[in-house]
């Protein structure tokens, strides 16, 4: 006898659970996920599009998957991941914390899950910053809550160019410990991504370094080996304030 078929699927979100991958299995077992994304200083504001994606922790072809691949060994949307649910949350940069609730997500698998943060910039889009979780199974509604720091993608420390995210380039000098992501030839702000301010380097003629709030307001990055500080340089438009070495590019320090 077959099995009678409801009538009704419910709620969009919960489709998933309701329908069996062939005749006779049982339903693949899901998950209502909800995640806390707490944004940089300084950064948040910038933001208008919060996209957040999840993927299993194998690829198609059963090769591991982990926070620190992104974006060095892989990008959001590459066909070699396995991705299982998305979500775009429109932002408006009241708070530093964006809520992402009721995103159906496979229970009892492994998981990663991906948070950028997107503004418009000139030719297109730019993820001002971003965040990832790993490791992740998800089973009880008591288990399913996520918190993702989202970090500035410029200042970001790397070891090569392709630890840094689209449009960036791994800065690297003694100057910079632990390398510095960032995009290099500015002549004024707009040439920069959201985020980020023009000042004068040395090697580049132009550096568009991450913007903070001022000197001693810890909203830089404070992570070894690169300890940053918001420091005062000169810029097209003047003296600004950005996250850097503090000995980094003292010929251009305002005094």
């Known amino acids: ?34 995640a806390a994304i707490v944004i940089d200083r300084t950064v948040f504001t910038f933001i208008r599009v919060f996209q957040v994606t999840v993927v299993k922790a194998t690829t198609k ?8 691949d992104f974006p060095a060994r892989f990008k959001v949307g590459d066909p070699v991941l396995r991705e299982v649910a998305s979500k775009q949350i429109e932002w408006k940069g009241e708070t530093t914390e964006a809520r992402v609730t009721e995103l ?3 229970g009892g698998e492994k998981l ?26 998800f089973g ?25 995210e689209a449009g960036l380039t791994c800065q690297q000098s003694a100057e910079l410990k632990g390398g510095y992501c960032a995009k290099s030839g500015c002549a004024a702000d707009d040439d920069c991504p959201p985020a980020s301010r023009c000042v004068a380097d040395a090697g580049s003629g132009g550096l568009c370094a991450r913007q903070c709030a001022r ?15 918001c420091v005062s340089r000169r810029g097209p ?12 590019n003292t010929a251009g320090r305002c005094d």
């Open 140 to 164: 009880d509604q008591s288990q399913n809550q996520v918190s993702i720091d989202v970090k500035a993608t410029t200042g970001a420390m790397c070891d090569e160019p392709g630890d840094c």
């Open 1 to 34: 006898m077959r099995p009678l078929r409801p009538s009704h699927y419910g709620p969009v979100l919960l489709v998933a659970a309701l329908l069996a991958p062939g005749c006779g299995e049982p339903p693949p077992a899901t998950r209502q996920m909800q």
């Open 112 to 137: 990663v899950v991906l948070a950028r943060g997107l503004a418009p910039s000139k030719g297109g889009t730019h993820a001002v910053a971003t965040g990832c979780a790993d490791n992740l199974t």
């Open 104 to 106: 159906t997500v496979p």
């Open 61 to 68: 072809d059963n090769a591991s998957v982990t926070c620190s």
């Open 237 to 248: 438009a003047g003296c600004v304030d950005v996250c850097a070495y503090p000995l980094w």
């Open 215 to 229: 000197p001693g307001a810890g909203d830089c990055n404070t992570g070894p080996p690169q300890v940053q500080d």
